[in-house]
């Protein structure tokens, strides 16, 4: 158990939703990061928060958002959602953001759209 | 942009033999982590590499970071079925770039 929890562990729906996937690092930790996980993309960057502010961002769709709160939880929205969204999304946080900060992955959110 | 590229992409050996997986980057990097997935799990750390040239061992497992701190090798010793999994390498460019994942190798060992 790394301490990250995610939820859902499972969602299902259809092409156009939107749906927001919960992420909860482990106490101490002030770095969350998210990550998009499919068969042929292998595991692509989305965006990090540091301490409530965007740190970072990669490959990370418009239709897609994210916000850490001041409890350091955060949640990643995705929007008018496509068949190719479908993945597992990862969720990690790390102590701080510097050299030396080993990153702990949660268990993931599996999204399947239909 | 910066790149990370691993290879081989998939790796099938007989139990007891050894298995290396490259991690190469397209610039340097100021640290470079491997993470290990087994099927169906999540990545969880394995180790970060800092210095030019470092070598550091756990076990049956050696990693190393290049001289130009532009590659890196992970190589496991007389696999075991417990080595199974997906391995990963992740290149930090400067302590405030974001965290690039290669695509991975995927081991599998044949008992």
């Known amino acids: 158990d790394s301490g990250v929890t995610q939820t859902p562990k499972h969602l299902i729906t259809a092409t156009g939703q939107r749906v927001t996937l919960r992420c909860s690092p482990r106490?101490?930790?002030?770095?969350v990061y998210w990550y998009q996980q499919s068969l042929d993309q292998g595991l692509q960057f989305l965006i990090q928060?540091?301490?409530?502010?965007?740190?970072a961002k990669g490959n990370i769709l418009e239709r897609f958002s994210a916000q850490q709160f001041p409890d350091l939880h955060s949640e990643l929205n995705l929007s008018s959602l496509e068949l190719g969204d479908s993945a597992l999304y990862f969720c990690a946080s790390s102590l701080g953001t510097s050299v030396g900060n080993e990153q702990f992955f949660g268990p993931g959110t599996r999204l399947t759209v239909l | 942009g910066q790149q990370v590229m691993q290879i081989p992409q998939y790796q099938h050996v007989q139990e007891g033999e050894d298995f290396t997986t490259y991690c190469n980057s397209s610039?340097?990097?100021?640290?470079i982590q491997w993470y290990k997935q087994r099927p169906g799990g999540h990545p969880v750390f394995l180790i970060q590499?800092?210095?030019?040239?470092e070598v550091k061992k756990q076990k049956r497992l050696t990693f190393q970071f290049g001289e130009a701190k532009k590659n890196s090798s992970l190589h496991i010793t007389a696999t075991q079925t417990t080595d199974v999994g997906t391995y990963f390498c992740a290149g930090q460019g400067t302590s405030y770039d974001k965290v690039i994942f290669g695509p991975g190798t995927s081991l599998s060992v044949i008992p």
């Open positions: 928060y540091y301490n409530g502010e965007e740190r």
């Open positions: 106490s101490g930790d002030l770095s």
């Open positions: 610039t340097t990097l100021s640290n």
């Open positions: 590499l800092v210095k030019s040239g």
